[in-house]
């Protein structure tokens, strides 16, 4: 096993960390969300929550492998953390989750025909957002705040993470924001909380490998 892995072993849901600063995040995301409520952008809420959801299945996912491989997942958090939800899920990333899709759809351009530098101003936005999360997580392996220990997740080989780990969420985001219909989004968004729910109980609840 990977010594950062054990470490974050040691802290996993560990309350010993705790910081007060909790509180006012957890306050923050409330008030994005009551804000988007009160003017009833339900069509943002509900793609804020398909990123939120998307997120919450790739965590599982590099849970599961983690357990699989005995080494170390894809991604992990640092100890330092005042609280560590899963292996790669902290919840300062879990509230920074919530509220980073709603700042990027709201920077989408309300003509979805507009292109930005030739290219289709949602693939554009899913691109430019991917890369630019990927720059930052960069920068937080490099202050030791996310570690990787595989060569092909890392900034040598940074692909699968633009790929797998942020141009899902965009997509997943934008495409429900942009669906025509209330019924459609809340069925997308209740899918992908429906396989979410599903995977934690069976490999939370009953296998018990997260």
């Not at 936005?125 to 991917?130: H, N």
Request: include cysteine.
């Amino acid at each position: 096993m990977a010594p950062s892995a054990a470490g974050i072993l040691d802290v996993l849901r560990s309350t010993d960390n705790f910081q007060w600063y909790v509180i006012p995040l957890f306050a923050l995301v409330v008030y994005v969300y009551a804000v988007e409520a009160e003017k009833k952008n339900f069509a943002i809420i509900l793609g804020g929550l398909a990123w939120w959801g998307m997120d919450w299945f790739n965590e599982i996912v590099n849970s599961i492998i983690f357990h699989v491989t005995g080494f170390a997942p894809l991604w992990g958090v640092a100890k330092s953390s005042a609280y560590v939800i899963l292996i790669g899920l902290n919840i300062e990333i879990c509230f920074m989750f919530a509220v980073a899709p709603i700042a990027f759809i709201k920077l989408l351009p309300a003509d979805k025909a507009m292109k930005i530098l030739g290219i289709p101003n949602r693939w554009f936005m899913i691109v430019f957002g991917s890369l630019f999360c990927v720059f930052v997580e960069i920068l937080l392996n490099l202050a030791g705040a996310l570690t990787w220990e595989w060569s092909f997740w890392n900034a040598h080989f940074p692909v699968l993470i633009v790929l797998f780990g942020y141009m899902t969420f965009f997509i997943a985001a934008f495409m429900v924001y942009d669906m025509k219909s209330m019924r459609s989004r809340l069925l997308t968004v209740s899918a992908i909380y429906g396989v979410d729910l599903a995977l934690l109980c069976i490999f939370g609840c009953w296998l018990g490998w997260l």
